[in-house]
Structures are given as C-alpha cells and as structure tokens.
C-alpha cells in the first residue's frame, strides 16, 4: 500500500466471485498474498475439483475463503443418482457452500426448487439461472419468476448464467452483452440478491458503470481480481469519471 492516503475507502462492497480452472495450491498462495482481501467465494469450476490432485492440500490453502464447486459438476451428480454421496463428498472436504444449476440437465422446476430447500438445510446454497446453450433467448419473465422462486426456496444468491467466457445467458453467443434484459432483470429483481457472472474485463467496466461499483460479480479470473478492485475504486481510466467524479455513464 502506499505511503500517503487518497481518502478512498478500503473496499467499496460487492461480491467478488473468482473462478478457478485448476490453479495450484501455490498459484493460489500467491494470489491470495496480493489480492486475497477482495476475494469473497471461489468457485472451482464446473467438474475440475473432482479430477484435482491433493484437493484437500489445495482446500487448506483456500481455508479463509468460501469454496464452492461448479453447478455443473451438480448436474452431472444429479444426473448420475449420487446426491446423497456428493452431500457426504461435500462435508468429508469441510465446504459449507454448494451451487445448484440447471443450464446443461434438464431438472424438473419443482425438483430443483425441492434440492434447493434440501441443500439449503446443511450448506449456504447458491442457485443459477440460465441455459449454458447460447443459442436459448432468455425470457426475462421466466428469469424473474425463476430467481424469485430460488430465493424463497432457500437460496443465498442467484447467479445469472454467463458461461466462464461469456458466450450464453446474459450474453449474446458472440459474446455481447445483453444490456437491456439486464437492465430489465436487475430492476425487477434488485440488485442485492444476484451475482452477475462477468469474466470479461467489457463485462466488468458495464456493470460497475451501470450499477455501481458495489454490484456482485462472478466468474472472474484470479488474475483480474486486483483489475476489478481498480474499476470498483475509480482508479482505472475505464470507471474513473463515473467511481470518483460522480459522472453518469453513456447509454449502453
């Protein structure tokens, strides 16, 4: 830190969800050294912590911080008959977060509202909403619906679906964003509820741009959680009129 002050405060809020692909226990070692204060959950990402060795020695290193693993990686265990399995999987390596999807497996709306509830009883349960198929229009009516239902089943958050490269959901298979139905989706639903999966920098600089620097996103990469603290605080060109000179954002 430097030795004089900005007057800035020392974070400005938001959730900053990090996805990992199979970093090391010593690659996260690292990044929890220089930028582990604004981490907030890490998820490892869809089916990668069940093919990671020393998982539990990564896990120690990992211990300040909620860990949670991919929804997907849920579909494929819900898929294969073994939730009672992965609950015990889940306890055995000390998670207390797990994250329920739908994108890829078709599960029955009631079903996955009832697994909410369940998980909910014994983890801090994190749903998503979305097709990780790009070619599926989201329906901003069904997402409302859907979020509000997740929620009231017991859900913390609501991870709107973006895919870890932003190419579904929230975006467009070309990978822009979806900036109106987003708009739509956080009026309707606010803002405290949600995490926005955001792994492009675009995507970043959008959301802060439009809904503040204290605006929950997912999905970024480890090595973009100081770049994000910079656009959160104003201290990139991308968010400085807007963070600290209080200007309104061009129209998306």
């Given at each position: 830190m430097p030795a004089f002050s900005l007057g800035l405060p020392a974070r400005v809020g938001g959730i900053t969800h990090v996805i990992d692909k199979g970093l090391g226990q010593r690659g996260w070692a690292d990044v929890l050294e220089t930028s582990g204060e604004y981490i907030d959950l890490v998820k490892l990402g869809w089916g990668t912590a069940y093919v990671t060795g020393n998982l539990k020695r990564k896990l120690e290193v990992l211990r300040e911080k909620p860990v949670v693993i991919g929804g997907t990686f849920f579909e494929v265990v819900y898929a294969r008959g073994a939730l009672d399995g992965y609950k015990r999987w889940l306890v055995d390596l000390g998670l207390t977060h797990v994250e329920i999807s739908d994108g890829t497996v078709d599960i029955p709306r009631e079903g996955k509202l009832e697994l909410i509830a369940d998980f909910a009883r014994d983890f801090t349960?994190?749903?998503?909403?979305?097709?990780?198929?790009?070619?599926?229009?989201?329906?901003?009516?069904?997402?409302?619906?859907?979020?509000?239902?997740?929620?009231?089943?017991?859900?913390?958050?609501?991870?709107?679906?973006?895919?870890?490269?932003?190419?579904?959901?929230?975006?467009?298979?070309?990978?822009?964003?979806?900036?109106?139905?987003?708009?739509?989706?956080?009026?309707?639903?606010?803002?405290?509820?949600?995490?926005?999966?955001?792994?492009?920098?675009?995507?970043?600089?959008?959301?802060?741009?439009?809904?503040?620097?204290?605006?929950?996103?997912?999905?970024?990469?480890?090595?973009?959680?100081?770049?994000?603290?910079?656009?959160r605080r104003g201290l990139r060109g991308d968010t400085l009129r807007e963070v600290l000179l209080g200007e309104q954002p061009a129209p998306a």
């Open positions: 349960v994190l749903s998503e909403v979305g097709s990780k198929n790009s070619a599926v229009e989201p329906d901003l009516d069904d997402w409302t619906a859907w979020i509000r239902e997740e929620l009231d089943a017991g859900a913390w958050k609501v991870i709107t679906e973006a895919r870890e490269g932003g190419t579904a959901g929230t975006f467009t298979a070309g990978g822009e964003m979806r900036a109106d139905f987003v708009s739509a989706l956080a009026a309707d639903s606010g803002l405290d509820d949600l995490i926005f999966e955001a792994p492009t920098k675009a995507a970043q600089v959008w959301f802060v741009k439009r809904f503040g620097p204290g605006v929950n996103l997912g999905n970024i990469p480890p090595d973009e959680v100081i770049p994000l603290e910079t656009l």
